[in-house]
């Protein structure tokens, strides 16, 4: 088991939002990807509490209130006469015991209550709006489908909207998070086995925790250890997704595929694809939050030049190698993918390790914007240009495995036409290299 790391911030805003419940009601929505680990935290800091653990799963109603109901009289010790046949009946009691003593309600993967009977969240607001004032309950409603979650608390056309009193983002490890549990689990890692480790789990807590119980810390061990039998990372991608995009799913994979294998412009998926896939791409990046439009920094926000990008690392190279090449993968042709692997890892791993020394830079410099440059034609291309509008100061660097391939003097020219409209600024030129991480 995966010691509990750096969840400082949110265990304290946690407590905090507890003890504002025990005089007045609080309802808290957490969302983040799954496999994030919401689940562990939360059970974690409500560990020695009073608190009620209700899991949503894809089932009757009925059925559902009978194990609810089981978990309230044997949390809280109180004996429920007569049957709750609907989650109105277990809501509604809950909140009228809450006014006389104060407990913790956590309800996980809240978004499921849509399959299984849609009415129940206008019935908990109604609930919710008649209790409320009198009530000392700590509601915690938590879920991984991030796309539907800001719509039942963020659509103003649902019954929830503006009822969460607080809200709670979970994101992945970031990276001195990844150092300590590389230092704590295997001591000697290079700086390739950081960037490997980086590359395939994203921060994502259930992927480091399967890496660590594995010992799998070396590019060659991560890839030996997804590209196994029993792996749960084959099926990972699909699993994480499914659920997100429903019946659609086919040309939203199609789409990340290309994405992931650097075909980055509208322009060119859609040749590739055949289609016009606009819609597609305002879902990915708004909706669910997966893909970003990147722009030349200092662009205009309506200009055409623009690529997009996967967030998740995780899930970019679950696309780039493991769905791209499912043929191979279901017939457990694993030597073909990791052959693969090895071919493209010096140019991959060139690029993720541009997004390590982004997110690294966004950690430990005083920055406004950050982002990259390129001219149309991708003439000028600069890994990242990172910008502190306050003090007028510039950092523009390039990004190279090796640093004896990094020259500085070729990084000014190409910067030429960025500089000129950083008139007034101070520019330092940086070569970021593996060395640096």
Known sequence: ?????????????????????????????????????????????????????????????????????????????????????????????????????????????????????????????????????????????????????KQIFEN????????????????????????????????????????????????????????VEAKAFTMKKIVNEILSDNSLFLDEGRNVLIDEFGKDYGNYFSILMLIASSKTARAEMESIMNMDIGGFLDRLENEFGLITKVRPILAKPSGRNVKYRINDNFLNFWFRFIFKYRGAVEMSNFDYVKNIIQRDYQTYSGLILERYFREKLMETENLSTIGSYWESGNQNEIDIVALNEYENTAIIAEVKRNKDRINLNILQNRAGNLVKQLSGYTIEYRGLSMEDM
């Open 1 to 149: 088991m995966l010691k509990f790391y750096n969840r400082e911030k949110e265990t304290a805003l946690l407590k905090k939002i507890e003890q504002q419940s025990m005089s007045t009601a609080q309802m808290t929505f957490v969302v983040g990807r799954r496999r994030i680990g919401k689940t562990s935290l939360l059970t974690s800091v409500f560990a020695e509490k009073q608190a009620l653990y209700f899991f949503v799963e894809k089932k009757n109603e009925t059925l559902l209130c009978e194990e609810f109901t089981e978990e309230i009289q044997s949390k809280l010790g109180v004996t429920i006469y007569g049957e709750m046949r609907s989650f109105k009946d277990i809501f509604g009691y809950l909140m009228e015991l809450s006014k006389s003593r104060h407990f913790t309600l956590i309800i996980d993967e809240f978004q499921e209550f849509r399959k299984i009977n849609p009415a129940i969240y206008s019935e908990m607001q109604n609930i919710w709006d008649k209790n409320k004032n009198e009530s000392k309950i700590n509601l915690i409603l938590c879920g991984s489908v991030y796309s539907l979650m």
């Open 156 to 211: 103003s056309k649902e019954p929830l909207f503006g009822r969460a009193t607080a809200r709670l983002h979970l994101k992945p490890f970031d990276i001195p998070t990844l150092k300590e549990i590389m230092s704590d689990n295997y001591p000697r890692y290079t700086n390739e086995d950081l960037l490997a480790f980086y590359m395939v789990t994203g921060g994502v807590a259930k992927y480091v925790e399967l890496l």
